[in-house]
């Protein structure tokens, strides 16, 4: 399976995607296990943000 | 064919699984981040047939849903299940009118009514919960009237105006577990025991998952609690009492990642197929 390698924006460890991530998907960096989400994807290119803070009407 | 809208914010592994569940059976799906929508009803045009509501905020998810069935769209689970599920005053309210069990429950707006309901309610320890809220989120258990006081203050002079009906639950003294069941359409197809030393049980706050059987009683009480809220596709929490069951509270965009191995059901493709037969009928 192809993977993309990208940058954690806040350990900037190299960060190796899936290929089947999708735009808006929660991760978690492998190194310093922040979660993050992905802002922004093309074929073999992703931009990481810091996931947002829980707000108050997110649940189930 | 169908193509099936997945109104959603952040996507979850729960949303992975039900991607995965869509291509598995050559469904295609459009991924609608809601957070990214225009929804003018002089403009929007639909990309799909039927959408299915995953969205991780609940405001976020009410008014994308309201806002489809105002132009013609089905969505699952409806606004009318929605309404009652994601609010646990109206779902008490909606399962007691439907003499489904569920803890006695009250809801007042002073510190004065709130000593005197939880007097009423069999004194305490009493639950305070937010009427919106999930993951086990700013739950309450209240063991004297100082820390009732003491929370409705906070709720009071902090609280957004969302958290100033005080919600009040009758506490059952759990045998260490509750149970969490998936119902779909009337029909309960698995259940997890949620297991914790504390007495809040939810997976989000560290509960272990593990199989609950099916029984009679559960099925029934399945049928009868999804009936309630109008049906669709449903998560309750069920208390284990001396009396038997009790629904807790029924969640409407159910996370079920981490209840798919221990029950060795496949939740997000019966999912997905209740998705198909509703647009079957549609």
């Known amino acids: 399976m192809s993977s993309i390698l990208t940058v954690c924006p806040v350990c900037d460890a190299t960060t190796k995607l899936s290929s089947e991530v999708q ?20 074929a073999n290119k992703a931009v990481l943000k810091e996931a947002p803070e829980v707000e108050e009407d997110w649940g189930e | 064919m169908l193509t099936l809208g997945i109104l959603h914010t952040l996507i979850r592994a729960d949303e992975k699984l039900l991607l995965q569940a869509a291509t598995r059976r050559n469904i295609k799906t459009k991924l609608v981040d809601v957070r990214d929508a225009n929804f003018n009803p002089l403009s929007y045009k ?28 089905t969505v699952l689970n409806p606004s009318t299940v929605a309404n009652i599920c994601e609010d646990k005053f109206l779902t008490s309210l909606v399962l007691q009118k439907n003499n489904v069990p569920t803890p006695n429950f009250t809801l007042v707006f002073s510190t004065e009514e709130a000593k005197k309901a939880s007097e009423q309610l069999g004194g305490y320890p009493v639950i305070i919960k937010p009427t919106l809220g999930s993951w086990g989120r700013l739950l309450a258990k209240i063991n004297d009237v100082d820390s009732l006081e003491a929370i409705i203050e906070h709720k009071d002079i902090l609280g957004s105006p969302q958290q100033k009906p005080i919600y009040i639950q009758q506490y059952i003294d759990k045998p260490g577990r509750d149970i969490r069941l998936f119902v779909i359409d009337g029909q309960a197809i698995c259940a997890i025991y949620r297991k914790s030393e504390h007495w809040i049980t939810n997976t989000a ?25 109008g049906g669709g596709i449903l ?48």
């Open chain 2, 205 to 229: 706050r560290g509960g272990n998952a593990t199989n609950c059987r099916l029984n009679s009683q559960l099925r029934i009480l399945a049928k009868n609690a999804s009936e309630a809220v």
């Open chain 2, 46 to 73: 639909p990309e799909f047939d039927l959408a299915l509501e995953r969205c991780i905020s609940t405001v976020k998810g009410s008014y994308a849903t309201k806002f489809l069935e105002s132009r013609g769209i």
């Open chain 2, 235 to 282: 998560a309750m929490d069920i208390f284990e009492t001396t009396d038997g069951y009790t629904v807790n509270e029924i969640n409407h965009t159910m996370e079920f990642k981490n209840s798919e191995e221990p029950t060795g059901v496949d939740i997000s493709g019966t999912v997905i197929d209740y998705c198909l037969e509703v647009y079957k009928k549609l």
């Open chain 1, 23 to 42: 735009p808006a998907e929660v991760i978690s960096c492998t190194d310093c296990r922040s979660r993050l989400v992905i802002e922004s994807l093309t």
